[in-house]
């Protein structure tokens, strides 16, 4: 019996682990390869711990999990495993779906029935109440965060247990729920002990923007299922909560996104939270304490948890949709996320033990829950939002196409429909606000479902500065004003009309006008990705003064086909007497290998792929070593400590090692500058790394490393600002300016307004309007840049203030 591939999903299904690697296609006359019959996982390299864990153990590494989950199944009649998407990596992931013999051969008539909730939910109400047996989904997730080890290991004990136990408790929960397991949700992560996944991305703030794989499969489980629950496993959280109460359950704190139903949320998110904790404290006297000397966390005598909502005011809040829980909230679920104490077999047992509590809760609940999980696509259907300021939702979204480069919109409303959000295109031409829209143009009616979901991601967003002390990570991601497009909100009051069609996908194929010469705009990721790909490919590239690319060739097949596949429309231009050729650059990016448990220069590494940019990554003490050999252009975007050989155990392995490899290391960058080299630094961290080498006598201003949002920048007419407005948009994270920047040329400023903070949680703030946040030095070629223009690989609009950077003479 082996695994089932996720059709739906189209991923490819693959062998079963215990089989022997396939034989290698050969040509006649090839000596056939000699392999023995292993595992094959058998030599993957898997780390045993991670040193940022206070507390180690011997979790199951993740080439054995393929083979557990067999074992188990084949000893079930409840079970189905399922390799449901892969790793950045490659990695396998696993879900398993745990449901009562009657149930498991009517998954996809449960599957169809959840659907009815949000196409019509007065029936699905009904329905309810007419068949009080039907079945809910729960979705359990196992160790997004690699480092987190607890969560999957408690997941393999809890399909043991539904998988093939009868005892009163599994009878009863499987009689009201089917349980969906996503085993290990970052693969990656749990073999290299990284809380991160291959491509450096914490998945866990990646579920707006949902530029990863495995986030891209989970997106896909929760569509597939629309679960009632969603609880995700994490750890470590020992002290909030004091001795008595180690661990962590949500729900939150404030502030909460003004997008949900929260009302709906919360009749039932703090009974649900205390179900969870009375399980683990019930259970207590059968916890080992195996690490209480060291992690002081007395499991035998713990009086609760922290419960973030119910013991504190601010700190732990629900309001970016990043994360994996918040972001099954717009589908509906109760979304939690659970942060066991410690990572050991113990720390296993409180996550089994709150699961147990949630699901308990969930059985004997569930005729209300899901009515009111049905109640919030209810009301976004009949644009009815009780909870809500009278206007809040407006009434529909216009996302009119650019002409001249539509790919953001397309992007943009292809990333919508993968979101169950509906699109609609106009079948004739209307008016708005004294302006003509075209036929076809796109538009987002909110009565709708997912409403939520939908004007999270498109509204403009919200200062929240003064509604809260601190927030836990960023508070603006506007995919408007960070990806590109125009999102035109009409009022819910409004009585325009439309004449609308669905719409089930958006891209389009490029097109190439005329015999050449041809001229690519400076508008899009797009724009540049093709320049580069050209230019990869041996074309004649130029640059005009404006950012646009030039190609020096007539029309031809292999031509047609990159513009075909970019979905620009190329057109022929003359070659300005000004524009310069561009050759193939050689760009290197200073790694962070996990400092601190992130990987910083990793969204500026993604943007810059996505630019085209052919990216090599070197550590510091690579770079020490070896120097920079031949690369034109050098990217530090990270935290300082990346050049300190002064960091914690932890850190140590990331940065550098002592005072030779500091001074070779400073002497190897500064050649390179002085040799010509092209050097930009990105954030707070690198501005602070560029005064250390010498490479700067400016003042470097911060504000609150966690402050962040979107704000109005002034972009100066320079090379650095190419196709961007005088006043136009730019994202802070840990916000950082430059003053006594005589020498220099100042090619963006902060708005000079009291009002250039739209967006975010930014205190004592005042200090930065009007002053320089993209610079660069007169006398040599160094950029500083405080714009987090690479950020999470989400702020494509700002993207093209690297390309530009590095063209830039």
């Given at each position: 019996?082996?695994?089932?591939?996720q059709?739906?999903?189209?991923?490819?299904?693959?062998?079963?682990?215990?089989?022997?690697?396939?034989a290698?296609?050969?040509?006649?006359?090839?000596?056939?390869?000699?392999?023995?019959?292993v595992?094959?996982?058998?030599?993957?390299?898997e780390?045993?711990?991670?040193?940022?864990?206070?507390?180690?153990?011997?979790?199951t590494?993740?080439?054995?999990?393929?083979?557990?989950?067999?074992?188990?199944?084949?000893?079930?009649?409840?079970?189905?495993?399922?390799k449901?998407?892969?790793?950045a990596?490659?990695?396998?992931?696993?879900?398993?779906?745990i449901?009562?013999?009657?149930?498991?051969?009517?998954?996809?008539?449960?599957?169809?029935?959840?659907k009815?909730?949000?196409?019509?939910?007065?029936?699905?109400?009904?329905?309810?109440d007419?068949?009080?047996d039907?079945?809910?989904?729960v979705m359990?997730?196992?160790?997004?965060?690699?480092?987190?080890?607890?969560?999957?290991?408690?997941?393999?004990?809890?399909?043991?247990?539904?998988?093939?136990n009868?005892?009163a408790?599994?009878?009863?929960?499987?009689?009201?729920?089917?349980?969906?397991?996503?085993?290990?949700?970052n693969?990656?992560?749990?073999?290299?002990?990284?809380?991160?996944?291959?491509?450096?991305?914490?998945?866990?703030?990646?579920?707006?923007?949902?530029?990863?794989?495995?986030?891209?499969?989970?997106?896909?489980?929760?569509?597939?299922?629309?679960?009632?629950?969603?609880?995700?496993?994490?750890?470590?959280?020992?002290?909030y909560?004091?001795?008595?109460?180690?661990?962590?359950?949500?729900?939150?704190?404030?502030?909460?996104?003004?997008?949900?139903?929260?009302?709906?949320f919360?009749?039932?998110?703090?009974?649900?939270?205390?179900?969870?904790?009375?399980?683990?404290?019930?259970?207590?006297?059968?916890?080992?304490?195996?690490?209480?000397?060291?992690?002081?966390v007395?499991?035998?005598?713990?009086?609760?948890?922290?419960?973030?909502?119910r013991?504190?005011?601010?700190?732990?809040?629900?309001?970016?949709?990043?994360f994996?829980?918040?972001?099954?909230?717009y589908?509906?679920?109760?979304?939690?996320?659970?942060?066991?104490?410690?990572?050991?077999?113990d720390?296993?047992?409180?996550?089994?033990?709150?699961?147990?509590?949630?699901?308990?809760?969930?059985?004997?609940?569930?005729?209300?829950?899901?009515?009111?999980?049905?109640?919030?696509?209810?009301?976004?259907?009949?644009?009815?939002?009780?909870?809500?300021?009278?206007?809040?939702?407006?009434?529909?979204?216009?996302?009119?196409?650019?002409?001249?480069?539509?790919?953001?919109?397309?992007?943009?409303v292809?990333?919508?429909?993968?979101?169950?959000?509906?699109?609609?295109?106009?079948?004739?031409?209307?008016?708005?606000?004294?302006?003509?829209?075209?036929?076809?143009?796109?538009?987002?009616?909110?009565?709708?479902?997912?409403?939520?979901?939908?004007?999270?991601?498109?509204?403009?967003?919200?200062?929240?500065?003064?509604?809260?002390?601190?927030?836990?990570?960023?508070?603006a991601?506007?995919?408007?004003?960070?990806?590109?497009?125009?999102?035109?909100?009409?009022?819910?009051?409004?009585?325009?009309?439309?004449?609308?069609?669905?719409?089930?996908?958006?891209?389009?194929?490029?097109?190439?006008?005329?015999?050449?010469?041809?001229?690519?705009?400076?508008?899009?990721?797009?724009?540049?990705?093709?320049?580069?790909?050209?230019?990869?490919?041996?074309?004649?590239?130029?640059?005009?003064?404006?950012?646009?690319?030039?190609?020096?060739?007539?029309?031809?097949?292999?031509?047609?086909?990159?513009?075909?596949?970019?979905?620009?429309i190329?057109?022929?231009?003359?070659?300005?007497?000004?524009?310069?050729?561009?050759?193939?650059?050689?760009?290197?990016i200073?790694?962070?290998?996990?400092?601190?448990?992130?990987?910083?220069?990793?969204?500026?590494?993604?943007?810059?792929?996505?630019?085209?940019?052919?990216?090599?990554?070197?550590?510091?003490?690579d770079?020490?070593?070896?120097?920079?050999?031949?690369?034109?252009?050098?990217?530090?975007?990270?935290?300082?400590?990346?050049?300190?050989y002064?960091?914690s155990?932890?850190?140590?392995?990331?940065?550098?090692?002592?005072?030779?490899?500091?001074?070779?290391?400073?002497?190897?960058?500064?050649?390179?500058?002085n040799?010509?080299?092209?050097?930009?630094?990105?954030?707070?961290?690198?501005?602070?790394?560029?005064?250390?080498?010498?490479?700067?006598?400016?003042?470097?201003?911060?504000g609150?490393?966690?402050?962040?949002?979107?704000?109005?920048?002034?972009?100066?007419?320079?090379?650095?600002?190419?196709?961007?407005?005088?006043?136009?948009?730019?994202?802070?994270?840990?916000?950082?300016?430059?003053?006594?920047?005589?020498?220099?040329?100042?090619?963006?400023?902060?708005?000079?307004?009291s009002?250039?903070?739209?967006?975010g949680?930014?205190?004592?703030?005042?200090?930065?309007?009007?002053?320089?946040?993209?610079i660069?030095?007169?006398?040599?070629?160094?950029?500083?840049?405080?714009?987090?223009?690479?950020?999470?690989?989400?702020?494509?609009?700002?993207?093209?203030?690297?390309?530009?950077?590095?063209?830039?003479?």
């Open positions: 019996m082996g695994f089932k591939k059709a739906s999903a189209g991923l490819i299904g693959l062998s079963i682990l215990a089989a022997p690697y396939a290698w296609a050969e040509s006649p006359g090839k000596a056939k390869p000699q392999w023995h019959n595992n094959a996982f058998e030599t993957l390299s780390k045993d711990g991670s040193l940022f864990n206070s507390e180690n153990y011997n979790f590494k993740y080439s054995k999990i393929g083979q557990q989950l067999l074992r188990i199944q084949k000893q079930s009649h409840r079970m189905t495993v399922t449901y998407g892969k790793s990596n490659g990695r396998d992931m696993y879900v398993v779906t449901a009562d013999q009657k149930a498991k051969g009517q998954l996809g008539f449960y599957k169809k029935l959840r009815e909730m949000f196409k019509n939910p007065e029936k699905a109400q009904a329905f309810i007419k068949h009080p039907v079945k809910v989904p359990i997730n196992g160790s997004i965060h690699g480092t987190e080890f607890a969560g999957s290991d408690a997941v393999l004990q809890l399909i043991e247990r539904f998988a093939k009868n005892d408790d599994t009878k009863q929960i499987l009689k009201n729920q089917i349980l969906i397991f996503n085993v290990v949700a693969p990656d992560g749990r073999i290299d002990a990284t809380r991160f996944n291959g491509n450096g991305i914490d998945l866990n703030r990646d579920f707006i923007t949902q530029s990863q794989p495995e986030t891209q499969a989970m997106v896909s489980l929760i569509k597939e299922w629309n679960p009632m629950v969603f609880l995700d496993l994490h750890g470590y959280v020992k002290d909560g004091g001795p008595d109460k180690p661990g962590l359950i949500e729900p939150c704190t404030p502030p909460h996104n003004p997008n949900y139903e929260y009302d709906l919360s009749k039932w998110a703090m009974n649900q939270a205390k179900a969870m904790e009375s399980e683990i404290v019930s259970n207590r006297k059968n916890y080992k304490n195996t690490n209480t000397s060291t992690s002081k007395d499991y035998q005598n713990m009086t609760g948890a922290y419960i973030p909502q013991d504190d005011t601010a700190g732990w809040d629900d309001y970016p949709p990043i994996t829980p918040m972001y099954a909230m589908h509906g679920s109760y979304g939690y996320t659970l942060e066991t104490p410690t990572n050991d077999w720390g296993v047992k409180w996550h089994y033990d709150a699961v147990m509590g949630a699901l308990n809760y969930a059985s004997e609940h569930k005729t209300s829950m899901v009515k009111d999980q049905i109640e919030v696509f209810k009301r976004g259907i009949n644009f009815d939002h009780p909870f809500h300021k009278k206007g809040f939702f407006p009434k529909a979204y216009i996302l009119p196409s650019d002409p001249k480069d539509a790919t953001a919109t397309e992007k943009a292809s990333h919508l429909i993968k979101n169950d959000i509906e699109v609609s295109k106009s079948k004739k031409a209307f008016k708005f606000n004294g302006k003509t829209y075209p036929e076809g143009t796109f538009v987002v009616n909110m009565s709708q479902a997912k409403a939520g979901l939908a004007n999270t991601m498109l509204w403009d967003g919200e200062d929240i500065t003064d509604d809260t002390p601190a927030m836990y990570d960023i508070s991601w506007s995919l408007p004003e960070l990806w590109g497009f125009e999102a035109i909100q009409i009022p819910a009051d409004s009585n325009l009309k439309f004449s609308l069609q669905d719409v089930k996908s958006a891209h389009n194929e490029g097109k190439l006008i005329g015999k050449g010469p041809y001229k690519i705009p400076n508008t899009s990721v797009k724009s540049v990705e093709l320049a580069n790909k050209l230019i990869n490919r041996g074309y004649a590239v130029q640059r005009g003064t404006d950012g646009s690319f030039y190609i020096k060739s007539r029309v031809n097949h292999d031509l047609m086909q990159f513009v075909r596949k970019s979905g620009l190329v057109k022929s231009a003359a070659i300005p007497n000004q524009a310069q050729n561009v050759k193939q650059l050689h760009v290197t200073l790694k962070d290998g996990g400092m601190g448990k992130t990987q910083s220069h990793s969204g500026t590494k993604l943007a810059l792929e996505r630019l085209g940019f052919n990216v090599r990554e070197l550590a510091p003490r770079l020490a070593v070896e120097g920079l050999g031949n690369t034109d252009v050098f990217f530090y975007n990270g935290t300082s400590n990346l050049i300190s002064k960091n155990k932890a850190n140590a392995e990331f940065g550098l090692e002592n005072e030779a490899q500091f001074q070779a290391l400073k002497k190897n960058i500064t050649d390179f500058v040799g010509g080299g092209k050097y930009i630094a990105i954030g707070s961290g690198a501005a602070s790394a560029t005064k250390t080498l010498g490479l700067t006598n400016v003042t470097i201003n911060k609150n490393p966690d402050s962040n949002g979107i704000v109005r920048v002034d972009y100066n007419h320079s090379a650095l600002t190419q196709g961007y407005n005088e006043s136009d948009y730019g994202f802070v994270y840990g916000p950082v300016w430059y003053s006594n920047t005589d020498g220099y040329d100042k090619a963006a400023s902060f708005k000079n307004s009002e250039f903070f739209m967006s949680h930014w205190k004592n703030r005042q200090a930065a309007q009007g002053q320089a946040v993209i660069k030095d007169q006398s040599k070629d160094v950029t500083l840049m405080g714009i987090e223009a690479g950020f999470r690989d989400h702020t494509d609009y700002l993207f093209r203030l690297l390309s530009n950077a590095v063209y830039s003479k």
